[in-house]
Nanobody, 120 residues
Framework: QVQLVESGGGLVQAGGSLRLSCAASGSILSINVMGWYRQAPGKQRELIAITSSRSINYADFVKGRFTISRDNAKNTVDLQMNSLKPEDTAVYYC???????????????WGQGTQVTVSS
């Protein structure tokens, strides 16, 4: 079993910064993809940023403000969020695609989510 545990959410004023962290644990052979999504009330879950061995991709609405970083040795992924806006208020979820055994399939996992609230 694989667990993703997020930390670092909270309340911040507009223009402020927060750093989210996510640690993956369990019977992990390799992690193909790690990233962050968010879901605001009444809206669909949306991609923020995602990283694989070959690339890093950001949603247009966070380019220049958010930075994703990954530590493959520790199975962690962080999201540095700067210049936060009230519309960034949402539950933020860590995401990973994990391979458990050699030549086996990969599976998707989600964290439990961490609330980020940006006040105006």
């Amino acid at each position: 079993q694989v667990q993703l545990v997020e930390s670092g959410g909270g309340l911040v004023q507009a223009g402020g910064s927060l750093r989210l962290s996510c640690a993956a644990s369990g019977s992990i052979l390799s992690i193909n993809v790690m990233g962050w999504y968010r879901q605001a009330p009444g809206k669909q879950r949306e991609l923020i940023a995602i990283t694989s061995s070959r690339s890093i991709n950001y949603a247009d609405f966070v380019k220049g403000r958010f930075t994703i970083s990954r530590d493959n040795a520790k199975n962690t992924v962080d999201l540095q969020m700067n210049s936060l806006k009230p519309e960034d208020t949402a539950v933020y979820y860590c995401y990973a695609i994990v391979q458990l055994v050699v030549n086996g399939p990969s599976y998707q996992y989600w964290g439990q989510g961490t609330q980020v609230t940006v006040s105006s």
